[in-house]
């Protein structure tokens, strides 16, 4: 079974800092990975999407993927209070052709003023 | 772009009764469309994959006879919750899967339909 792990925090970051999530996944043969941003009672947006190992960066937020350990995490430079939320990491799996998305449970984070 | 509506965006109904729920993709063509379910402080739990004119695939289970799903256009999937009990009510949120374009295999999400049942 398809598995991916997040802390479920909560993390707390004051103002300005650096907020670094953090994901694994089971399946070595997933080939894309998502970031989602979920306020509370809203449904997730996206924010990242990393299909290669390395790093990739839009705006104040940097993906980072590492295949060989499984790995993908998502940092936040220059935490502001309205990134408080809950971000879900989600993978997809390398075989089918159905794009169905595994998520984890998702990590809380709250940017403190 | 990539915009998904969702209709209604809050529901609440009696027991017994059956409720529909509207996906739509709204400036874009979405072959396949997923429905979810998310209970309170849980993470999203796929319930079934759409894909225009076909029927749809559901997850272990998931039961196909209280879950009707209808794929009818590319623009539009719908979920009809059948006899609705209390235990069904939840967040419902669906996506679509941009087909083609710059975009890729990303899913987006619509602003998802709260179900209560009483």
């Known amino acids: 079974q398809k598995e991916v792990e997040q802390n479920s925090g909560p993390l707390s970051v004051p103002e300005g800092a650096i907020a670094s999530l953090n994901c694994t996944y089971s399946?070595?043969?997933?080939?894309?990975f998502f970031w989602y941003r979920q306020y509370s009672g809203k449904s997730p947006e996206l924010i990242m999407s990393i299909y290669s190992n390395g790093d990739k960066e839009d705006g104040r937020f940097t993906a980072q993927l590492n295949k060989a350990s499984q790995y993908v995490s998502l940092l936040i430079r220059d935490s502001q209070p309205s990134d408080s939320a809950t971000y879900l990491c989600a993978v997809k799996g390398g075989g089918g052709s159905n794009y169905k998305l595994t998520f984890g449970k998702g990590t809380l984070l709250t940017v403190n003023p | 772009g990539a915009v998904v509506s969702q209709h209604p965006s809050r529901v609440i109904c009696k027991s017994g009764t059956s409720v529909k729920i509207e996906c739509r993709s709204l400036d874009f063509q979405a072959t396949t469309m997923f429905w979810y379910r998310q209970f309170p402080k849980q993470s999203l739990m796929l319930m079934a994959t759409?894909?225009?004119?076909?029927?749809?695939?559901?997850e272990q289970g998931v039961e196909k006879d209280k879950f009707l799903i209808n794929h009818a256009s590319l623009t539009l999937s719908t979920l009809t919750v059948t006899s609705a009990h209390p235990e069904d009510s939840s967040f419902y949120i669906c996506?679509?899967?941009?087909?083609?374009?710059?975009?890729?295999?990303?899913?987006?999400f619509g602003p998802g339909t709260r179900l209560t049942v009483l």
């Open positions: 759409s894909n225009e004119g076909s029927k749809a695939t559901y």
């Open positions: 399946d070595r043969g997933s080939q894309s």
């Open positions: 996506s679509a899967r941009v087909a083609s374009g710059i975009v890729g295999n990303e899913q987006f």
